[in-house]
């Protein structure tokens, strides 16, 4: 490693984290007077309490309440017009995390989905298709340094994945084809050792539906199961144990699952059941247009 990288990498994990945790001391109870302001707008549903006290917050690059709202589904109102409002209006807030920017689109996407916004849904599936980065050829991925939901490679996933319930939703098949070249691509091109263990792990479950479309095509299917078979090889590392004995969601079994799908496809043939098995595992929420609009996608003719 060289010395300017070195210096870098000190800066970003030791320097910065120090300086930004002096800052908040300093302005404690500011900071806490803004949490305050805006738990009181979110009981009383005022959007524009909510996000000016979000704004003042981001002066200091505060992140916590915003990272509830984000990441952590029970703690959102419960009022979804009100929450998908909330999650545009701090998707466009001044010095956010370019990460929190992100996944508050996603989670828009998501929730228009599961409240069959057709309004909310036109707008969001542009941003979130630009954000899946489909024709994306070059992905200069970083190696460390960043935590999991701050990764491009994480971030990639996660928009591709969100398209692919647009995709279902729709029943466009050809979307969906499009998604799982783009990710069979992707994961054919990068090198493994090049993610962190814990962006690689915690992205496969994603990644993988996200290339579930190809299990419907005769003529991809057999390079599918390769790659997902390097890719189950790869997380038997050692380099994996700790995420995988961390991480809430069994990424490893779910990889497992489809690669049993995949082998009962190559020696019994195509099935009603399988065909169903290969939709199901598509879908990554619960929206009742989604799994309708899977009932759309059936084998593709061919092989």
């Not at 070195?6 to 404690?28: A, E, F, G, M, N």
């Not at 929450?83 to 466009?92: F, H, I, P, S």
């Not at 994480?154 to 070249?181: N, P, T, Y």
Request: aromatic letters at 8%; one cysteine or more.
């Amino acid at each position: 490693m060289k010395f300017g990288q070195l210096v870098l990498i000190v800066r970003r994990r030791l320097i910065r984290p120090l300086l930004q945790r002096l800052c908040w001391w300093w302005h404690r109870q500011e900071l806490e007077a803004w949490q305050l302001v805006a738990k009181d707008a979110l009981a009383i549903q005022d959007l524009g309490g909510v996000l000016h006290a979000f704004a003042q917050q981001q002066r200091f690059e505060w992140p916590y309440q915003i990272e509830g709202l984000l990441f952590d589904r029970m703690s959102r109102p419960t009022d979804d017009a009100f929450t998908l409002a909330l999650l545009r209006g701090v998707e466009a807030l001044p010095h956010l995390r370019d990460h929190h920017r992100f996944y508050a689109a996603v989670a828009a996407g998501y929730l228009a989905l599961m409240s069959d916004d057709e309004k909310a849904l036109e707008g969001l599936r542009l941003e979130i298709e630009t954000r899946a980065g489909l024709d994306q050829i070059c992905m200069p991925f970083r190696g460390s340094g960043h935590r999991n939901r701050e990764h491009e490679f994480k971030q990639m996933i996660s928009a591709r994945v969100c398209l692919l319930q647009f995709a279902l939703r729709e029943g466009d098949q050809s979307l969906a084809h499009r998604i799982a070249k783009a990710n069979l691509y992707l994961m054919q091109s990068i090198l493994w050792n090049r993610l962190p263990a814990d962006v690689l792990y915690r992205s496969t479950s994603n990644a993988v539906r996200g290339l579930m479309p190809l299990a419907l095509d005769p003529v991809n299917l057999p390079i599918f199961h390769e790659s997902l078979s390097q890719l189950h090889q790869e997380l038997s590392r050692p380099r994996y144990r700790s995420s995988i004995s961390q991480a809430k969601e069994n990424h490893l079994a779910f990889l497992q699952e489809v690669l049993v799908l995949l082998n009962t496809i190559h020696t019994d043939g195509r099935s009603v059941q399988s065909l169903q098995a290969c939709r199901q595992l598509m879908i990554n929420c619960s929206a009742e247009g989604v799994s309708f609009g899977a009932m759309k996608f059936y084998w593709v003719s061919g092989g």
